[in-house]
């Protein structure tokens, strides 16, 4: 019995030791931070004109310690606007030719009608926002990411508050989003704030093999 009670105290002792050391090792716990962000949205859809139509209020928080003198959104409807968007480049890699032969009334987009950033409208459009431009391929139509500058600096802890309406054009059923006559399949349909970390913005197209 003394034995077994020398040996357990040995094994507390070496446990002791080991969890020292790797508390020694891992240090204190690195700081980290996170964005906060709350959507509300009304959205109705018209079966006749294949459109939906909404209101969004979005209050996003910058737990960063950045300051944020410009915010992207995803568009991502209008990665069906064109053949030249980096999902129908996809498609076309993969050997599907469907969305490039198709008519315009079988294609989508999404179409901002008006933008309040803070109780403030701004203007938007080609003079008001750009979309992110790659100078290396302009070629391709990156109208899906929207880049925003804000009227007003975003401290660290504080917020912001935008207001969208918008209309979506429902494309036909070439992926995630679309239509089959009476049947919707609805996916990544509204203004959606990008990622921000510690790298940055992460403005990632839409895609068919995933956007995430």
């Known amino acids: 019995m003394r034995r077994c009670r020398e040996l357990a105290g040995l094994i507390g002792l070496m446990g002791c030791l080991l969890a020292s050391k790797s508390a020694a090792q891992i240090g204190p716990p690195a700081a980290r931070w996170q964005q906060a962000v709350r959507y509300e949205i009304a959205v109705s859809l018209d079966p006749d004109a294949h459109r939906i139509t909404g209101r969004e209020t979005l209050v996003y928080t910058n737990g ?3 300051t944020l003198r410009e915010v992207w959104f995803h568009l991502y409807p209008n990665a069906y ?6 999902f129908a480049r996809q ?3 993969g050997g599907r030719t469907a969305f490039a032969r198709s008519p315009e009334s079988e ?4 179409d901002l009608d008006s933008v309040v950033v803070g109780g403030r409208p701004v203007p938007f459009g080609p003079d008001g926002w750009a979309f992110k431009r790659d100078n290396s391929a302009p070629e391709i ?3 899906d990411e929207m880049r925003l500058p804000l009227p007003e600096p975003l401290m660290p802890g504080d917020s912001v508050r935008f207001e969208f309406a918008f209309r979506v054009k429902i494309p036909h059923l070439f992926s995630r989003l679309g239509r089959d006559r009476r049947h919707y399949e609805i996916s ?3 203004p959606k704030i990008v990622v921000y970390d510690g790298t940055g913005w992460h403005p990632n197209s839409y895609l068919d093999q995933g956007e995430f």
Do not use: E, N, V
């Open 188 to 190: 990544q349909w509204y």
């Open 91 to 93: 498609l076309l890699q």
């Open 64 to 66: 960063s310690p950045d």
């Open 81 to 86: 606007r064109s053949d030249r968007t980096p």
């Open 141 to 143: 139509d990156l109208s």
């Open 107 to 110: 294609r989508g987009g999404i």
